[in-house]
């Protein structure tokens, strides 16, 4: 299953580096590079990105990924989701950190 959280993270990186290699990509996002392949095909059937064999390259492997239409509306309304996520954990983090201060100077620590 291809979760939000890595479509994001692969659309992300794909967007600044398309020549990237799935090795590559697979090191960055700490998953294995089986799990990048299928994640690469599956963003490939959904239509957000478009994988092209280099033709003169001498290196058959190396490809470039190009985010489609489709790939770029689903980074932004990605985008748009991931940050509204990190937004309320900071919300909750700063609340805990503040009841934790509390408590502590109740405590005449």
Same mark, same amino acid.
């Given at each position: 299953? *291809?979760?939000?959280?890595?479509?994001?993270?692969? &659309?992300?990186? &794909?967007? !600044?580096?398309? @020549?990237?290699s799935q090795r590559e990509l697979a090191r960055r996002l700490n998953i294995s590079l089986g799990k990048t392949n299928f994640c690469l095909k599956a963003l490939v059937e959904k239509g957000l990105i478009k994988a092209e064999n280099f %033709?003169?390259?001498?290196?058959? %492997?190396g490809y470039l990924y190009l985010l489609t239409l489709s790939g770029i509306e689903e980074k932004a309304a990605l985008t748009k989701r991931f940050l509204e996520r990190k937004? %309320?954990? @900071?919300?909750? &983090?700063?609340?805990?950190?503040?009841? *934790?201060? !509390?408590? &502590?100077? %109740?405590n005449g620590v």
């Amino acid at each position: 299953m *291809l979760t939000e959280e890595y479509r994001y993270k692969i &659309l992300k990186a &794909l967007e !600044s580096d398309p @020549h990237i290699s799935q090795r590559e990509l697979a090191r960055r996002l700490n998953i294995s590079l089986g799990k990048t392949n299928f994640c690469l095909k599956a963003l490939v059937e959904k239509g957000l990105i478009k994988a092209e064999n280099f %033709k003169n390259n001498p290196n058959k %492997k190396g490809y470039l990924y190009l985010l489609t239409l489709s790939g770029i509306e689903e980074k932004a309304a990605l985008t748009k989701r991931f940050l509204e996520r990190k937004i %309320k954990e @900071h919300e909750e &983090l700063t609340a805990e950190i503040k009841n *934790l201060r !509390s408590e &502590l100077q %109740k405590n005449g620590v």
